[in-house]
């Protein structure tokens, strides 16, 4: 590492057997001293960051030390390989420093400490932590006391614990959602800042790729989190009641550390008698987490839950379950295990009864993706063009005692809107557009509610059957006097589509499902008294919804 000589204001670099140092805390302002500065022997005198620079080199020289490590000029910049390593050993070079300086260029007078705009960013809350000793400067360079003197005040200004000041509790044993919340009102220029600055408070390691944005840089410090630790608190958030108007599906991670300024009071407890160890994996589905899932009271749609997460408010004995934070999460697929976070601005607790009763149960492994959203609003059916369906005749049958076989080709036909498309010789796909301009797609009526809809589009069976007779052991077509009824030749109603019943917390429903009369009802009538059987199997096609017809028995009345 650099260190800028106290003496000689000269850089010098230690690979090892690293002297014993003083570190400078500030706030960047116009004209810092750079590395490059430094290096090309530019008159940095003439620079307003000079007279910074030079009195944090003299304040540490008072105090006995030979160098001092300040960011401005120590590191080099134009280097993006040693800026990652820089930023990304930070935390460890504030620790390791003797003393730290802390310069508040806008306090002066009798003003506090705490309401200078340095308790307000983001980097400086690693480097009041991270050092044993940090010493307060006014703007006159005039001294306001130690971390140890303003302890008390910080804490109740900041939130941040004692212990977590002082260094007498382990970082590693607080909560990840109470560490964020540290984190809740600071800012940084940079907006992948938000995420970089907090690489040493959680011990984890990651490449910088400034560009990729606040939002993105914050997801993947998150997903590097939970690679490392098994602490669920880091998806106890909530959402100001604002936010949620921007979005219906959340993922499981925050968007920014200021989602979790309510949850500095939660923590882990000290039994776990509902989980199962499985770890959270980062996958191409999202997040795959094994959640205990209570059904949400009231919830007529069945596709939202309460997931229970392993912490809990802080209380005297906080080692029971009925506080333990839940979150919300919707089914987004009739199939798949795939869900979302809704309603996050909303915290439900769930009784401690109700909670031991379903820990006996297994929980349950989901995929929650970062950016959620609803089934393809295109559904449809896969079909084969024509099935063939046998069936007999019995020999004492009107026809006479020679043995009738025959068979029915089971066609499907599409009616408005439903499109057709021939996938191959044999196979078809009919699918919708769900869209509000359909005249098919109406507003259900037990909601009215444009997000829920009703398809009344169907698709229909059209059923042709041929019956043949037995002449010299060989079977031929019989025409005359059969004649095919309307048993056989009227279209028959299949299936239509139909939206989820309203849920409990009022967010729009995530798919459609096929009627429940189909669903409920697995031989159907057709005109003519004939029947058939259905099954209906959830597929993907296109990495879309369909479902795949199948007729798997069919009985049909033999003409007059």
Known sequence: MRLLNTDTLKLEFFQADVPQYAVLSHRWEEEEVTYEDIRTSRDVAQLKGYSKLRMSAQVAKASGYDYIWIDTCCIDKSSSAELSEAINSMFKWYKASAECIAYLSDIEGSRSILESRWFSRGWTLQEMIAPRLVNFY?????????????????????????????GTVDLNTIPICCKMSWAAG???TRGEDVAYCLLGIFNVNMPLLY???????????????????????????????????????????????????????????????WRTGDPVEITNRGLKVS?????????????????????????EHSTSASNSFSITLQKLSEFEDQ???????????????????????????????????????????????????????????????????????????????????????????????????????????????????????????????????????????????????????????????????????????????????????????????????IELQATTLNFRTFYEVNVVSYTGERGP
Request: one cysteine or more; glycine letters at 6%; hydrophobic letters at 35%.
């Open 211 to 273: 560009g990729e944005g606040q939002g993105k840089a914050y997801r993947r410090l998150q997903e590097t989190i939970v690679r490392e630790n098994d602490d669920e608190s880091i998806f106890a958030w909530t959402a100001p009641p604002g936010e949620i108007l921007d979005a219906d599906f959340w993922g499981l991670l925050a968007p920014s550390p200021a989602y979790f300024r309510g949850s500095r009071n939660y923590s882990i407890p000290r039994f776990k008698t």
């Open 339 to 533: 869900y979302a976070r809704v309603r996050p601005d909303k915290i439900r607790s769930i009784d401690g009864m109700v909670l031991m009763s379903q820990a006996q149960t297994a929980t349950r492994p989901i995929f929650v993706r970062s950016d959620p959203r609803p089934t393809d609003p295109v559904l449809g059916f896969c079909a084969d063009k024509s099935q063939k369906v046998q069936f007999n005749f019995p020999t004492n049958s009107q026809q006479g005692p020679v043995v009738l076989k025959g068979f029915t080709n089971i066609e499907l036909e599409a009616s408005k809107p439903w499109l057709c498309q021939q996938v191959t010789d044999s196979r078809q796909v009919y699918s919708v557009e769900l869209s509000e301009d359909k005249a098919s797609v109406e507003p259900q009526v037990e909601t009215g509610s444009l997000k829920s809809r009703k398809l009344n589009a169907i698709l229909r069976l059209h059923c042709r059957s041929f019956l043949l007779e037995e002449a010299d052991g060989k079977f031929q077509a019989r025409c005359s006097p059969f004649q095919p009824g309307p048993s056989y030749q009227d279209p028959y109603l299949l299936l239509g589509f139909e939206a989820l019943p309203p849920n409990a917390m009022g967010t729009p429903s995530a798919f459609l499902k096929p009627c429940e009369n189909l669903l409920e009802q697995s031989v159907h009538t057709a005109p003519g008294h004939s029947q058939f059987r």
């Open 138 to 166: 006014d703007r006159y360079w005039e001294p306001r006391g130690s971390k140890s003197d303003w302890k008390a005040a910080i804490q109740e200004h900041t939130g941040i614990p004692s212990g977590a000041l002082d």
């Open 291 to 315: 959640l205990l899932l209570c059904p949400v009271p009231g919830d007529k749609s069945r596709t939202q839950f309460l997931a229970v997460l392993n912490c809990t408010q802080s209380t």
């Open 186 to 188: 600071r800012v940084t």
